[in-house]
T-cell receptor, first 113, second 116 residues
Framework: LAKTTQPISMDSYEGQEVNITCSHN???????ITWYQQFPSQGPRFIIQ???TKVTNEVASLFIPADRKSSTLSLPRVSLSDTAVYYC??????????????FGRGTSLIVHP | GAVVSQHPSWVICKSGTSVKIECRSL??????MFWYRQFPKKSLMLMAT?????????EQGVEKDKFLINHASLTLSTLTVTSAHPEDSSFYIC????????????FGPGTRLTVL
């Protein structure tokens, strides 16, 4: 079962770049890496997804090394509204083709003024 | 696009009653829907996976007779918490995916259940 490990919490300041790293040593060949953001009492919101190398969208970048055993979510110039819990998700493909997503414990990011 | 709704957003019920939570994909057809439970300051725990027209697959430790899941159509899945007890109080979240590989999920806003 693909299991992820993230720092429990991080602190940053407005305008800084934040990098959150997730370890997933047992990632399977066909697994993707997805990051979600969650605010209190809300459902998670998709941030970015990747398989290898680097992916960038309008809100974040995702760096994945060649061995794919870890990934780093990069948030450029964070603001107070980026204070949230960030989850790294790596799914497990079971026999029969069913996909089982497994959330890790998440990283609580607090952005200070 | 890819909007998922849940209803109700919150519910308070007495112990012993049953509560139904609806999850709808509003602008796409969801072949697969997932149901999660989240306790305060904890991560999301997958309860079950449902595919349209077939029985739900429950994760280990989740009682299928207590948490009834029905995926009646490609846009609707329901979770019924039967004979609810205070320990069932939690935040229930559903997600929907385009296809069974479900690499990208779209989450609903969640339902806060409080059992008195």
């Amino acid at each position: 079962l693909a299991k992820t490990t993230q720092p429990i919490s991080m602190d940053s300041y407005e305008g800084q770049e934040v990098n959150i790293t997730c370890s997933h040593n047992n990632i399977a060949t066909n697994d993707y890496i997805t990051w979600y953001q969650q605010f209190p009492s809300q459902g998670p919101r998709f941030i970015i997804q990747g398989y290898k190398t680097k992916v960038t969208n309008e809100v974040a970048s995702l760096f994945i090394p060649a061995d794919r055993k870890s990934s780093t979510l990069s948030l450029p110039r964070v603001s107070l509204s980026d204070t949230a819990v960030y989850y790294c998700l790596v799914g497990e493909m079971r026999s029969g083709g069913s996909y089982i997503p497994t959330f890790g414990r998440g990283t609580s990011l607090i952005v200070h003024p | 696009g890819a909007v998922v709704s849940q209803h109700p957003s919150w519910v308070i019920c007495k112990s012993g009653t049953s509560v139904k939570i609806e999850c709808r994909s509003l602008d796409f057809q969801a072949t697969t829907m997932f149901w999660y439970r989240q306790f305060p300051k904890k991560s999301l725990m997958l309860m079950a996976t449902s595919n349209e027209g077939s029985k739900a697959t429950y994760e280990q430790g989740v009682e299928k007779d207590k948490f009834l899941i029905n995926h009646a159509s490609l846009t609707l899945s329901t979770l019924t918490v039967t004979s609810a007890h205070p320990e069932d109080s939690s935040f229930y979240i559903c997600s929907a995916a385009f296809r069974e590989s479900a690499i990208e999920q779209f989450f609903g806003p969640g339902t806060r259940l409080t059992v008195l």
